[in-house]
């Protein structure tokens, strides 16, 4: 079995030294499963041994397919994708596909060239988080042309006929703001990627996929707020560029400025570290001067001290979601597109009490 | 420019509609520079409008080239690889490259999946960190084909004629151990995924990348302490699998059985959360009773409290020196491979100090 000119191995070699005919070798080599295991197992082994390496620019001329898909994200390090891509991987993979990612870097023209080579690749469908507020007419060709898509995290307003899946925006900030205000907490400031304008006003109202999710997280607020009967005050909304420095700046400013904000609830989870490491050093006691909320369940909230409460997203269901709403829609292109808008749950603990004492009386 | 059939929008369409020739165009959408900067921008600007997709497979069969990148890693949820990636993909797209990634999730068979369908997709290059301890004949082959072909913190003992770029796992541990010991510590604990047997013995030798990171962070630690005039004693020696609730089993265990251990140095960044809840719930005090120094300087070591003392990897330099190495390999096949071991460097906060008054005597 051994052979030096490991590129001339055909599927032929391979079908006659496992002792089966060229398309059972065919079928077992592409994971299909009208082939028994056992005779999968042995073809795959004896490819491995002669060192068979399918064509596969050559077999995707012929067959339409390459049996993997592209996931295009736009910040790998980011503990929410990182950990959605996990699971995208793993549910794809039990199907017989395989995964290709690109990242973006939140940059629109990133993503453009991202779609593109995934697309000249010939992936059999694509999972994209978008690039907030960027131009999407290159996902709305795509979708046009036929290919399976799914977005991720981030609609894509002007793409239509495609499947999104997120975790449920507005609903996950209530649970965060209900819960400080059933700590009984009604001075509440919030560090948020969104500006608070005439949008949030808007999506604060039914309609709860159009936004990006930071806009979301805010109008999940204001309603929540709203809802309990208090005041939603402008200065009480930091705006935070995304990045843990500058959510470092914004919550530092949020504490000095308006001293009678006894809680503090942060949208995405690389501000919250920014947002943990201001209190810290701001001389405020966490929690009995402020009580903090954070975002996505990173493995320091049991760390810090206090531990860190957070708002935790289903980021395995989402992956699987999104994998398995790709794979329906590679299989059955007619298929109907869905919004999945997964629960949110609240992780208490220890960042979070009543609001203690105060030298300075709530107004 | 409205057209419905993006299907059929040729080169010709985008070539007549910028007003240049085919070739000029051909060129300008693969990014050449022999095409000025301006005409580049028009050409793309008119393709996009008019939804002209290359066929990039047919395009692929033509000029064997993909301007496309590939990395293989085994967890994308690791810091360490997620900012090495982020290095990667800006370097390698500085050079008109694209990059693909794939994880192997450490599964041998998943790795031979990845390298097997990134290089189906002709990838010009591929950066691997292999799976640890498993078969690297698929790389060899490989590597032996002339794919060009850069191992990043994992070397492949067998694969010959490729390019290695790591951290220097000996003089890491060195910086750790060194660190410590200058404090007065004489009974350092270490929790590490190598056992402590005959290799670790050998890999202390100069000899310093034929081993796993782990092995080699392991021998480092043992040249330290030797060098030092200091015993290794086994029972110091925590082995822990590649997992933070294992780590704190082999943190908790170290504790309680060897209570003369002052300091504890922990050879991984998900070994090092593990450790740091471990010692948190121990009842010991840090630095006082142990002193703590974690791997990777991950966004949490300064957030706790005592702010965790690191070895830093560079992260960057290592990510960039890989990508460049691989662009040195696709321009010139019969360039010269070369290893690079990168310095570490040691990033002195709280959870290091003296060793205190401890109940127990040192033995």
């Known amino acids: 079995m051994t052979r030096t000119a490991h590129q001339s191995v055909t599927i032929v070699d391979v079908a006659k030294a496992a002792g089966v005919s060229k398309s059972t070798a065919g079928r077992a ?22 060192g068979y390496r399918p064509n596969g620019v050559a077999r995707s001329m012929i067959t339409g397919n390459t049996e993997t898909v592209g996931v295009v994200i736009p910040d790998m390090s980011n503990r929410f994708f990182s950990a959605a ?60 042309s036929g290919t ?30 209900d819960h400080l205000i059933g700590l009984g907490h009604r001075h509440i400031g919030i560090i948020s990627e969104a500006r608070y304008d005439a949008t949030v006003t808007r999506a604060a109202e039914p309609s709860p996929t159009a936004h990006r999710p930071s806009t979301m997280r805010l109008a999940g607020y204001v309603r ?25 700046a914004a919550t530092t400013r949020l504490l000095n400025v308006t001293p009678q904000v006894t809680a503090i609830y942060c949208t995405d989870n690389v501000l919250s570290v920014g947002a943990f490491a201001a209190l810290q050093d701001s001389g405020c006691h966490c ?22 409460t957070v708002v935790a997203q289903p980021t395995e269901v989402i992956g699987v979601t999104a994998a398995e709403d790709l794979l329906t829609a590679i299989a059955d292109p007619a298929r109907e597109p869905a919004t999945h808008l997964l629960p949110a749950r609240l992780v208490t603990r220890d960042s979070t009490a009543p609001p203690g004492l105060s030298l300075i009386p709530p107004t």
Do not use: C
Not at 111 to 121: D, G, N
Not at 298 to 303: G, I
């Open 29 to 50: 080599l592409t994971g299909s499963d009208e082939v028994s295991a056992r005779t999968r197992d042995k073809v795959v082994r004896v490819a491995a041994e002669l």
């Open 85 to 144: 891509l996990q699971s995208i991987a793993r549910t794809i993979r039990q199907h017989g596909y395989e995964l290709l990612v690109s990242s973006t870097e939140g940059e629109p023209a990133l993503e453009r060239r991202s779609v593109e080579v995934l697309s000249t690749k010939r992936v059999d469908g694509l999972i994209v988080a978008p690039v907030l507020g960027a131009d999407t007419d290159h996902l709305r060709r795509l979708a046009d």
């Open 148 to 177: 399976a898509l799914v977005l991720l995290d981030r609609p894509a307003p002007k793409v239509s006929g495609t499947s999104f899946v997120s975790v449920d925006n507005v609903e996950a900030s209530r649970l965060a703001v």
């Open 224 to 248: 929540a707020m709203t809802d309990a009967g208090l005041e939603v005050r402008p200065e009480h909304i930091a705006h935070s560029a995304y990045s843990s420095a500058a959510s470092y």
């Open 287 to 308: 929690p009995r001067d402020i009580s903090l909320v954070g975002f996505d369940d990173h493995d320091w909230a049991p760390l810090v001290r206090p531990r860190l």
